[in-house]
């Protein structure tokens, strides 16, 4: 409406990050095609383009993107084309990389690999979509059909 050119959604998309504040705590995946900025909680996986973990920020599970910058916390791994960790970055995991930079002060522990291949990190369009089972889960078995199911070598040693 105010600009001359045009913008696929795509690009407009890329320029808002969606942002996960210090205050908030998220348990699950999380898949953008743009930025993603952690300054809360997150247990589970991330995939994006850009990831940026602000200071107060933890991730616990793997974290795949073109590019990765460090301010915070993850346990886990990191897959990434460029891997920055700044002197406040505490990481406890792997890291496969082409670009690696550590400030001094950084944590780091855990094993730093390059990437071998050129598909190696994976687009998020690329992602698959996550089922969720729909049903509930079978119910446990109760301990007299256990018993049924044992040999009689099994119920010699009891």
Do not use: N
């Not at 050119?5 to 699950?28: M, T």
């Not at 002060?105 to 730093?112: E, F, I, R, S």
Request: aromatic share 2%.
């Amino acid at each position: 409406m105010f600009s001359k050119g045009s913008k696929s959604s795509k690009d407009a998309h890329r320029g808002v990050p969606s942002i996960i504040s210090a205050d908030a705590k998220l348990i699950g995946d999380i898949v953008s095609e743009g930025e993603v900025q952690i300054d809360g909680q997150v247990a589970g996986d991330i995939q994006c383009h850009t990831l940026v973990v602000g200071e107060s920020g933890a991730i616990t599970g793997a974290c795949v993107a073109e590019i990765t910058r460090v301010h915070g916390a993850i346990t886990g791994s990191i897959t990434s084309r460029s891997v920055y960790l700044a002197k406040t970055a505490r990481m406890i995991g792997d890291i496969t990389h082409e670009s690696l930079a550590i400030e001094p002060g950084a944590l780091m522990q855990g094993h730093c690999g390059r990437i071998e291949d050129e598909e190696a990190v994976a687009t998020p369009a690329a992602a698959k979509p996550v089922e969720v089972p729909t049903s509930s889960p079978p119910a446990p078995l109760a301990l007299a059909d256990k018993r049924e199911k044992e040999t009689p070598e099994m119920k010699e040693a009891v």
